[in-house]
């Protein structure tokens, strides 16, 4: 028996029983999803408790965690989910071109914050929730990396 | 080495390729089989790339911004004059349309391998161009003839919403905003005056009629310097995202003999407004009744040319090479012979799950199809990131067959023997468009994706489970063997410690 616990977002997926991984180029990731039958390819990225599923042509994120992880982690997350301030970061690297909001200014939820243009298109951020900008980290003309924190609504 | 002129030609010995990925080794191998020498130039951040290494030659041109390399007009000049190459090719995007570069390529004495810079001039502004056509008798998308002035937006009711603001300097789908609602046009121009102004140096907007349902059909034409103009057929572009192409096939489903015939015509007037030659697209909207309205000719190869090339079975760069030397077009070109059905999937590094928003990463894994009746162009390299200066496109998977549902079951095939590790590309997409019951009929328009593609929705059940299955056995078999990663850093060999780990997998899994 696994003391695994699989999830894909939030919810809990059961391995497909009977299935098994084997590996076709181990360096690479390259491997086959067999049942003694029948046959799957599929790439395997990541380490720990983080994982990347390719199957089909859709890169599938996973989490597989120990009992000792999940705790840790619900742990975090309850700490984070208190109307607590929340942090805009880029999600991919490019310029920042444009910033709608100002420290102090009131925001709707959708509301445009800034736009981030990367592989020649214009990226809108939007607020996730309505609240006040609390700090705005960024100014228009500046590359940012992936997970760099853009600014800020409490 | 040839000296004769007129007819016979200036045979061309060393074409540099302004140009990086796989249009540069598409023309490179276009040289190599004419026994031209190419040149590569490369920017740091290519130092090592594929197109590089498929070039005779290889010269550095600056720094990774485009605007410091490829854009760089001085420093792809200079590269010329070291190298002792006698032209120039474009490949598309970058300054392929850019009139400026055509004159200083010429002013430096070498020949340029697209069409003439005043073709380019007159209709890269595709205002000017709009104008032109419609006074030819070619009729345009209905809109306004004019540039749209950004201080003081005109009222746009008699052009009617949904409308489509485009840029005048603009192509490949940037500077381009639908706007549904007449509050939203501010806030929409400024967007996409930004976005033409970042991509053409000219934030002009000028504006047009949504088409819709419309399909999106272009004509590939190929002229030589003697009057000599063949029209190769046409594609159908219509499965796009934001307003830019990610499926093309040719013959187009919804063209019938007479409206080829009218296209061609339309396709041979819109050239006859500028002197031209080489190769060039007209794109047209086609609607519901079967009208079709002028959208803009683009004076440059396009990505999507090898359909073309696949049922006509004429090498369009090879031509464009000939062309530039003065050669004129035979007779295998100007009647050409059409044989099948083609279609190309633009394989992107974006994730079509999420808006089809680009993904930056490194790819870890590639598997390229083959096999009868596929081509593959494609400038992938394993362990390379991808820089976010340049364009996302991974790989045009082109497939060939006797007809249209032979060429689409190949292409389930080849799609299904790809494989891209280390980031999401838009495969899954394609996976899930060989099998929409509108695209196996031909039945779709520009609005498939929109209407039909369950953007967000999570994978199937079955995958799911499969997923998890394999992320847990690579877990398993990680702990004992490979320092708990996997993809990352170089292979060792299965040990017996994986075998056994496997096994114990197979056996958890079977108490489940």
Redesign the interface.
Known sequence: ??D?E?R??GTE???????????V???????R?TNGQFS??????????E?F????????P?S?QTWRERVLAEARGAAADSGAPVDIRA????LV??INVADGDEVEEGA?LL?I????????VRAPRAGRITAVDVSVGQPVA?GVLLLRIE | MRKDSGRSGTRIRRILVANRGEIAIRVMRACREMGRESVAIYSDADRDAPHVMAADRALRVGPPAASASYLNVDAILDAARQSGADAIHPGYGFLSENAGFTRAVEAAGLTWIGPPAATQEALGNKLAARRAVADAGVSVVPGLLVALDAAAPPDLSEVGFPLMLKAAAGGGGRGMRRVDDPADLPNSMAAAAREAQAAFGDGTLYVERMIAPARHIEVQLLGDRHGGLAVLGERDCSVQRRHQKLVEETPSPAVTPELRAALGESARRVAGTVEFHSAATVEFLLDADGGHYFLEMNTRLQVEHGVTELVTGIDIVAWQIRVAEGLPLDPSVLEPRFAGHAIEARVYAEDPYDGFRPVAGTITAWHAPDGPGVRVDHAVAEGKPLTAAYDPLLAKLMVHAHDRPAAVARLRRAIDETMVGGLQTDLGFHRWLVDHPGFGRGDYHTGLIADDWPDGAPPAAEDLALAATAAVDARQLAAVTNNGRVAAGPATDASDWARLARREALRGSDHD
Do not use: C, H
């Open positions: 028996m696994t695994y699989v894909f977002g997926v059961q391995p497909a029983a009977g299935w098994a991984l084997e590996w180029d181990r360096g690479r990731g390259i491997g999803l799957r390819p599929v790439i395997v990225e990541g380490a720990g408790s994982w599923i390719t199957l089909a042509g859709r890169r599938i996973v597989v999600t991919l690297p490019g071109v444009a445009s736009t243009e990367a592989m020649k298109m214009q990226n809108e992936t």
